[in-house]
């Protein structure tokens, strides 16, 4: 905004002290409709890329890749196990609402990540370009669900909940955890390709810690 001069024929008017009603903050159905659509396909898109450069990331989906790369398991059906455990815990501390969104995010990425290979598909993708873009996909996209109270269920939950009672950003607290688990993918890959994985990793988390911080979004 710009400084009120001297010159201006007409001051500003003031900004209301009074804070805006819940009802003009809260999302519309549509809106989070639409948000949850959004935020899985990018992080689908997101998935696909590291998968076509065979490298991994963090949280319930790093599972989901180990057991994918090492026994085969298809990545949505495995994605979408591994996170049944946990929406015990969401709905206990975060509320129905978000379970409820965040069963529905894991069901659309657990679906894009099947649907979108049989319409899409990389010729080539160099394996740092496959890291970066990558995490700046799933950064994206996980930024979308969590301003509209929603994740990817699993660590993403517990994330959440920290920096809701703790104040700890979520993009760090899950760049620690996500980097864990990434290392110990080290008995099924390379040195090289881990560290490329530690590298989208990064740049996914590196966006959620920049742009997702406390008090920052007010919406719900």
């Not at 903050?25 to 890329?49: C, S």
């Not at 015990?88 to 069901?107: D, E, H, Q």
């Not at 993708?125 to 509209?148: D, E, S, T």
Request: charged letters at 10%; aromatic letters at 10%.
């Amino acid at each position: 905004m710009s400084a009120r001069t001297a010159q201006a024929p007409l001051a500003a008017p003031a900004a209301s002290k009074t804070p805006a009603a819940p009802g003009a903050l809260r999302h519309r159905l549509y809106e989070d409709v639409q948000a949850l659509l959004t935020g899985t396909m990018f992080v689908a898109l997101g998935v696909m890329m590291f998968a076509q450069a065979s490298l991994l990331t963090g949280g319930t989906a790093g599972i989901a890749f180990l057991l994918h790369y090492g026994a085969g398991t298809s990545f949505g059906l495995a994605f979408f196990l591994i996170n049944l455990p946990f929406y015990l815990l969401a709905w206990k501390r975060m509320g129905p609402a978000f379970t409820v969104k965040t069963f529905v995010a894991v069901a659309l990425l657990s679906l894009f990540t099947w649907l979108l290979p049989k319409g899409l598909s990389f010729g080539h993708v160099a394996p740092p370009l496959a890291a970066v873009l990558g995490g700046l996909l799933c950064g994206a996209g996980m930024l979308i669900l969590f301003r509209h109270r929603a994740s990817l269920g699993g660590l993403n939950v517990v994330v959440l909940l920290l920096q809701e009672r703790f104040g700890w950003r979520a993009g760090s607290v899950q760049l620690v955890l996500d980097s864990l688990i990434v290392l110990t993918a080290l008995w099924i890959a390379d040195p090289g390709r881990v560290a490329l994985s530690v590298l989208g990793g990064v740049v996914l988390n590196l966006a959620l810690a920049v742009n997702h911080r406390p008090g920052r979004y007010v919406a719900f």
